[in-house]
């Protein structure tokens, strides 16, 4: 018996030892496609389009802005409208367009390579109003729904994606801040607060929706997102801001292809990958794939909020990161662990004795203690 296990340790131990890294080509391929983003806002929003490229699965950086692009929207009535960049980071703007619904338009992109890219003239669509966003308490989580009709039966088809803003604290409660310039521990002010903070988040996640194949152009109940019940966004307040798309049938069967080849690949049975056929183009190159959807459509939105009171009470959040305290007495080493570089650790509050004297500080990791380095301590001004 002990030969066999020594024979089963050796062999494991080769196998081990004879593994290769792999790196297919698609990992380190040198093609970079365009990626564009964003609709034409045919109503009073603006309209925002992001420009980018993409990047190989290996590669240090996961963002590939393409900046100094000279972007248009076009009429097919030669009515010109030019976006303007935005800080230099892929994102270009313009104000409400306000655009004809008896006119169709398209998006124009120069950028400094010289290659221009069109996208093909499309009609405005005309998004219907969201009736409602609600939720539901449901095994062990929340789950969020939106509502919305069309009387007149021409929409169809419809996405969705939303911005999430929740209030939340950090771990511990620090009273206690480095001032740097004399390099001492001092008394937090409120200006200094970290313990309170608003975090922040965008949908990853495509969300359609279809009544195509229903009489009436209603849709009930279609589900955006689903979150844990013990996650901290329920921790004191959660609001969540719903944005709605009216779609064309090619632009729906679009996001439906994108849909299956980011979110629904991982097994023999889910959908397999697909070409992603898009409507924009390369004028001068139309071997060219160029990843993106443009459409023309106003926008339509509606906030809700929700408070923690509809979790369960017994229910408690779960902090994202694992806290730990730990003391340092006044006679120890204060200047080493809590003020010299890096900062590894922020005190929290002072250690007492059984007398009620202070005899040190508790402290942790900045993660445990400082909500600002994953939030903001300013209020939106939606926040109620």
């Known amino acids: 018996m002990l030969n066999l296990r020594k024979a089963s340790y050796l062999l494991v131990l080769a196998l081990l030892c004879c593994k290769k890294p792999y790196n297919p080509p698609a990992i380190t391929s040198s093609n970079s496609y365009l990626v564009v983003e964003g609709v034409i806002n045919s109503g009073n929003d603006s309209t925002i389009i992001t420009i980018s490229k993409t990047v190989n699965l290996n590669a240090v950086t996961t963002l590939n802005p393409v900046i100094g692009a000279a972007v248009i929207v076009e009429s097919d009535q030669s009515q010109i409208y030019q976006l303007t960049d935005i800080n230099g980071n892929g994102h270009y703007s313009a104000a409400s367009l306000n655009l004809s619904a008896s006119q169709k338009y398209r998006l124009s992109i ?27 308490v449901q095994n062990n989580g929340v789950q969020l729904y939106v509502n ?35 390099n001492i521990l001092a ?29 009436k152009d209603v849709v009930y109940q279609n589900p955006l997102t689903k979150i844990p019940i013990t996650s901290e966004k329920f921790e004191n307040k959660y609001s969540i801001l719903v944005k709605q798309y009216a779609l064309t049938a090619d632009e729906y069967t679009f996001y439906q292809n994108l849909k299956k080849n980011t979110e629904q690949l991982g097994s023999i049975f889910d959908a397999q990958p697909s070409q992603l056929k898009g409507n924009i183009h390369n004028v001068t190159n139309a071997n060219e794939v160029v990843i993106g959807y443009i459409a023309a459509t106003n926008v339509q939105s509606k ?30 080493d204060v200047q080493g662990i809590l003020i010299n570089p890096p900062y590894v650790y922020i005190p929290t509050i002072k250690k007492f004795d059984k007398r009620g004297n202070p005899i040190g500080y508790l402290y942790s990791t900045p993660i445990c203690v400082d909500c600002t380095l994953r939030g903001t301590t300013t209020t939106p001004l939606f926040w109620k």
């Open 187 to 215: 008394d937090r002010t409120d200006a200094q607060a970290v313990y309170h903070c608003f975090g922040n988040d965008a949908s990853s996640n495509i969300v359609l929706g279809s009544t195509a194949k229903l009489t």
């Open 110 to 136: 120069n950028i400094t390579e010289g290659n221009q890219y069109l996208s093909d003239f499309v009609p405005v669509k005309s998004t219907p109003p969201i009736d409602s966003v609600g939720y539901q």
């Open 148 to 182: 919305t009709h069309d009387p007149t039966n021409n929409t169809r088809y419809y996405r969705w994606n939303y911005d999430e803003t929740w209030m939340f604290h950090s771990k511990y409660f620090s009273d206690i801040v480095l001032d740097k310039n004399n």
């Open 303 to 332: 906030r809700i909020f929700i408070s923690n009171n509809v979790i369960p009470p017994d229910t408690q959040p779960i902090y994202p990161y694992d806290c730990e305290q730990d003391t340092v007495l006044f006679s120890g």
